[in-house]
C-alpha cells in the first residue's frame, strides 16, 4: 500500500521529518538544571513543566529528554535514583554550581523560550494567515537555487509591495488596488 503523496502546502511534519526546533544546542541541558533547581522531578514531569512553560505549544519528547537527563546524570550535574519502575532526579552541588556560572545563559534560554513560544503559536495570526505565511516560505524554499537578477528583482518587489499593504492596513490597500 502507498503513503499518501506529502502535501507541500500542509504546515505539519512529513512522517520520519522532523518539527520545528525550539532549543539551541545546550539550552535543553540548562532548563533541565534550572527546573531541577527548583524542584526534584522524573522525566514525565520535566516534560510537562516545559510544556507548561510554552503553554502547551510545544511539548518535549521522551526521545531528548531521557537522553538530555543521562548526559546530565553522567557529567555529575545531576542524580537519578530508582523509585519502581521511575528514576527521581536531583539536581547536584556540581549542577547548582554550573548553573551560577551560566546564570546570563539561562537567561537567554528564557528569552527564547518566549520568543519560540511566540513562533510555534504563529505569533497569535489566525489560522488562515499562518497558513499563507506557511506557503510563502514553502514557495520561496522551492525556489531556492533558480534566482536571477530580474526574479530577485520580481520577487523583491512583490514581497515589500504586499508587507507595505499589510502595514498600511485595509483601508490603503483597499484604495491602492482600486487604483489600479
Known amino acids: 500500500m502507498r503513503e499518501p503523496a506529502h502535501d507541500p502546502f500542509d504546515r505539519r ?10 532549543f539551541a544546542p545546550g539550552d535543553l541541558r540548562l532548563l533541565l538544571l534550572a527546573l531541577l533547581a527548583d524542584q526534584p522531578g522524573h522525566g514525565y514531569d520535566l516534560i510537562r513543566q516545559i510544556e507548561k512553560l510554552f503553554d ?14 543521562n548526559f546530565l546524570e553522567e557529567a555529575e550535574l545531576i542524580s537519578g535514583q530508582t523509585q519502581g519502575s521511575k528514576r527521581l532526579y536531583v ?64 520577487v523583491r518587489d512583490l514581497l515589500n509591495h504586499t508587507a507595505k499593504a499589510i502595514a498600511s492596513g485595509p483601508t490603503d490597500f483597499a484604495r491602492e488596488t482600486s487604483d489600479e
Do not use: F
Not at 539536581?91 to 510555534?120: C, F, H, P, W, Y
Open 13 to 22: 511534519p512529513a512522517r520520519g521529518e522532523r518539527g520545528p526546533r525550539v
Open 56 to 69: 502547551a505549544s510545544y511539548t518535549p519528547s521522551p526521545g531528548v529528554i531521557y537522553p538530555t537527563l
Open 91 to 154: 539536581i547536584t552541588d556540581a549542577g547548582r554550581n554550573a548553573l551560577v556560572e551560566q546564570a546570563v545563559a539561562l537567561e537567554g534560554v528564557r528569552m527564547r523560550i518566549e520568543v519560540s513560544k511566540r513562533a510555534l503559536r504563529g505569533h497569535d495570526r489566525p489560522p488562515e494567515i499562518h497558513e499563507a505565511v506557511s506557503n510563502l516560505r514553502h514557495a520561496l524554499h522551492m525556489h531556492h537555487g533558480r534566482w536571477t537578477p530580474d526574479e530577485i528583482e520580481r
